[in-house]
């Protein structure tokens, strides 16, 4: 498993953007294909986009289509969740996410960092 860090949380308001972003321990990180995923209050965690280990292979959930965007800075162990125009219903804790390339179970995981949009 990889450690994971999230950062760049906060409160925006509606129509705003924020970046997220989640950096990654050790010297495997390109072992790894990374997802972005979010919890809503009293919802379930849900998948919002993933990325391969080349930074492609781009994924996203249906709701984040045309507004979010994720990316990878390998040499800075990083991945980015750049979300634009958002809305009331992008309020969430967003986790970082990584599996090893070739398999399905997302088993690291970061402790989340807190999205608040005010309408």
């Known amino acids: 498993q990889v450690q994971l860090v999230e950062s760049g949380g906060g409160l925006v308001q509606a129509g705003d953007s924020l970046r997220l972003s989640c950096t990654a321990s050790?010297?495997?990180?390109?072992?790894?294909?990374m997802g972005w995923f979010r919890q809503a209050p009293g919802k379930e965690r849900v998948f919002v986009a993933s990325i391969n280990w080349l930074g492609g292979d781009a994924v996203k959930a249906d709701s984040v289509k045309g507004r979010f965007t994720m990316s990878r800075d390998n040499a800075k162990n990083t991945v980015y969740l750049q979300m634009n125009s958002l809305n009331a219903e992008d309020t969430a804790v967003y986790f970082c996410?990584?599996?090893?390339?070739?398999?399905?179970?997302?088993?690291?995981w970061g402790q989340g960092t807190q999205v608040i949009v005010s309408s």
């Open positions: 050790g010297r495997t990180f390109t072992t790894y294909d």
């Open positions: 996410a990584a599996r090893r390339r070739g398999t399905i179970l997302w088993d690291s």
